[in-house]
């Protein structure tokens, strides 16, 4: 029977034969996972998702990966957004398990159905608008967050609420993660997590 650390060796030559072989970085990481190396398991579920945004299973492996690095907030992140795209599919295990992991996090479990923003607090809804993140009806931002296509799609897709909620999250993602943001490749770090966060991956 093949042991862990050669079923890591194996697919991780398969990963990196084929970069866009879903279930070979899926594989990869769940072998880490098992192995007692969630620090290592993460960026192969980060894989799975670039690949496919919507496999509701590496949500939960990826947020399961972040808790045993120690990165809570970033855990809450991921497991909010694949509970969420677990509903819409209608994957219940990994709902159900991405329900519990939230809890035992502390972190608020998400209804089916957001509630829309608070327009008492934020600005009128939109006819014809609706968030990607959390399908409510606006606010709508007043202006692209920065110059871009990013930008652009941010405006275009994301309410003010949503987009709030980024900015503090954000930030903790840059100090967890000590993202030096003058780095290109920390800006590509920092757009994967916030394109995650808004549901635009």
């Known amino acids: 029977m093949m042991g862990l650390e050669e079923r890591i060796q194996q697919m991780r030559q398969l990963a990196e034969t084929d970069p866009n072989d879903e279930m070979a970085h899926f594989s990869l990481g769940s072998a880490l996972l098992d192995a007692g190396r969630p620090a290592e398991a993460g960026p192969s579920f980060q894989r799975v998702l670039a690949i496919n945004s919507q496999n509701s299973k590496a949500y939960q492996l990826l947020g399961e990966s972040q808790i045993g690095a120690g990165h809570r907030d970033l855990a809450i992140q991921t497991l909010t957004n ?15 398990r991405m329900g519990e992991l939230l809890e035992e996090l502390d972190a608020p479990v998400p209804s089916v159905g957001m509630a829309k923003p608070d327009v008492g607090t934020l600005g009128p809804t939109v006819a014809g608008f609706s968030c990607r993140r959390c399908g409510g009806g606006g606010p709508k931002l007043k202006e692209r967050p920065f110059k871009g296509p990013l930008g652009e799609r941010i405006l275009a897709e994301v309410c003010e609420g949503c987009w709030k909620e980024w900015v503090a999250m954000g930030t903790k993602v840059i100090n967890e993660l000590r993202l030096p943001m003058f780095d290109p490749v920390a800006q590509e770090t920092y757009d994967k997590h916030m394109k995650e966060f808004l549901m635009l991956a």
Request: aromatic fraction near 6%; charge should be positive; avoid cysteine.
């Open 82 to 96: 694949g509970y969420r795209i677990a509903h819409r599919k209608g994957d219940l295990m990994p709902m159900k």
